[in-house]
């Protein structure tokens, strides 16, 4: 290892795991928190710009406020406005990059008996749109029992490696008009290294360090 790692390179490699688990999420007011205020809830439409920094671009989504309880902060979205929504934004990404994305998910205690309420959340290439991973969420109100005031939020998580400099997330509603999947908390950060190869790492260049310093 000393071969490999120069007095300096020593120093970088530990400086590399102090920041480790510090990557900050690139999705923009992922907790919904910013937009106009939804009141108890407002649907928006295709086009609608009421949710900072996310396009409503199918369908439509309920902006939800004092509707139903939050998984954070103290708004979220019902995939489900008056049909099937689809809502997305762009980020910013290194090619070759694994990124880990995570949110929370409930769905609106107002639906009917029967059917899967379901969600399916695409990353996609930007300029492609091609699909580079992707997960489907899915809710059963009258097994999960969830109400407003105890919506049991669950938190869902998957990777994707990025292919260009942008690229997308992408939320589409499968089921059903009005009564859809809810979603909070939205993240997309850098993978953080497993904590075996930080500690790794970590002991190698301490190791190397000692070693200099006879
Ligand atoms: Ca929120």
Do not use: C
């Not at 671009?57 to 509707?67: A, L, P, Q």
């Not at 997308?168 to 909070?184: E, H, K, M, P, Y």
Request: glycine content about 10%; overall charge neutral; proline content about 3%.
């Amino acid at each position: 290892m000393a071969n490999i790692f120069g007095q300096k390179g020593g120093a970088i490699v530990l400086a590399m795991v102090a920041v480790a688990g510090a990557h900050a999420n690139l999705v923009n007011n992922g907790s919904f928190e910013l937009g106009t205020n939804p009141g108890s809830f407002t649907t928006v439409t295709t086009g609608g710009s009421n949710i900072t920094g996310w396009n409503v671009t199918s369908g439509s989504v309920d902006y939800i406020g004092t509707y139903w309880q939050s998984a954070d902060g103290s708004r979220n979205v019902d995939m489900s406005g008056s049909s099937l929504g689809r809502l997305s934004q762009s980020f910013a990404t290194v090619a070759g990059v694994l990124y880990d994305v995570t949110f929370a998910y409930s769905a609106n205690p107002d639906s009917p008996n029967g059917g899967l309420r379901k969600t399916d959340v695409n990353i996609r290439e930007t300029d492609t749109s091609n699909l580079l991973s992707s997960l489907q969420v899915t809710w059963d109100v009258p097994t999960e029992g969830n109400t407003k005031t105890n919506m049991k939020w669950k938190t869902a998580s998957f990777s994707f490696v990025a292919v260009d400099a942008a690229t997308t997330i992408q939320f589409d509603s499968l089921a059903t008009n009005s009564f859809g999947i809810a979603v909070d908390d939205v993240k997309v950060v850098q993978a953080v290294p497993e904590p075996a190869t930080i500690a790794g790492l970590g002991m190698a260049a301490i190791a190397f360090l000692r070693r200099k310093k006879k």
